[in-house]
């Protein structure tokens, strides 16, 4: 198994770009999560899916669109790109509701928005 | 609300030497506790976790954590520091009510002296 894949590792972005951080898991789990790291900050849920087609916001979740077509990919959408969107992306996923169970994480995207 | 607090940002510990890092948290019920690990340009892999039942929790790398309900705390330990254990340690509390949680500390990253 693979675990959770992230596509690109690092990216640079122009202000009012956009693009689309992908992820996939290959462990069959219904729940998938973004988060965001931020250095002092630890990690933000951008946004989370418990299952194909369903789909919720986290605590951070403005600027950021997500959908879920099938159980295996969850992509992160950036419409219009900020300064502010710079940070460390991470993908993960987990077999049970995520709030009691492990969650596995990809290795990240690092992103900066000049 | 729920909050996961990580006083310390930094610790340094000479290799072989015991190591504590603390974790409290305010939740109303009994919360599902997790400490995650991350080392440098990598994503977060599960040490230990704890639901229920026995409060001193085992974990991988030679890991512990113990659950003191008094005290609010959930403290990572291990009696002798390898330095591969360089990384940074990340306490997460889960929580389902309507919603999903799942809250990140701000993380404590560990030095160790050769």
């Known amino acids: 198994n693979a675990g959770v894949t992230q596509t690109p590792k690092f990216q640079v972005l122009k202000t009012g770009q956009s693009m689309t951080l992908q992820c996939a898991q290959d462990m069959n789990h219904e729940y998938m999560s973004w988060y965001r790291q931020d250095p002092g900050m630890g990690l933000r849920l951008i946004h989370y899916?418990?299952?194909?087609?369903?789909?919720d916001q986290g605590e951070v979740p403005n600027g950021y669109n997500v959908s879920r077509s099938t159980t295996e990919d969850f992509p992160l959408r950036l419409l219009s790109a900020a300064p502010s969107q710079t940070s460390v992306y991470f993908c993960?996923?987990?077999?049970?509701?995520?709030?009691?169970?492990?969650?596995?994480f990809g290795p990240g995207t690092r992103l900066t928005v000049l | 609300a729920q909050s996961v607090t990580q006083p310390d940002i930094h610790i340094t510990v000479s290799e072989g030497a015991s190591l504590e890092l603390r974790c409290n948290y305010s939740y109303g019920a009994t919360p599902y506790l997790f400490w995650y690990v991350q080392s440098p340009g990598q994503g977060l892999q599960l040490l230990l976790k704890y639901f229920s039942g026995d409060t001193l929790v085992q974990g991988i790398k030679g890991f512990e954590a113990e659950f003191k309900r008094s005290q609010s705390s959930f403290n990572l330990r291990k009696p002798s520091v390898h330095w591969s254990d360089a990384a940074e340690y990340f306490c997460?509390?889960?929580?389902?009510?309507?919603?999903?949680?799942?809250?990140f500390g701000t993380g404590t990253r560990l030095k160790v002296l050769a």
């Open positions: 997460a509390v889960g929580s389902y009510s309507g919603t999903y949680k799942y809250i």
């Open positions: 993960a996923s987990s077999s049970d509701r995520a709030s009691t169970d492990t969650q596995y």
């Open positions: 899916s418990v299952g194909a087609g369903i789909t």
